[in-house]
């Protein structure tokens, strides 16, 4: 399955989630990719809870 979107945003980490949040506000179409499965990953094995 083939799909089409406006931007591709690299990284999975605090910019890229903010950056495709922002992007999905004004109706821009645009995906996460990252190396890991889960979106956050990164995020959740660096910091500890509550950060």
Not at 14 to 35: F, K, M, N, Q, T
Request: net charge positive; hydrophobic share 35%; aromatic share 2%.
């Amino acid at each position: 399955m083939t799909r089409t979107v406006q931007v591709a945003v690299t990284g999975d980490g605090r910019a890229g989630l903010a950056a495709g949040y922002h992007l999905c506000r004004p109706g821009i179409e645009s995906v996460i990719l990252d190396a890991r499965a889960a979106p956050g990953a990164g995020r959740r094995r660096r910091c500890p809870a509550g950060s």
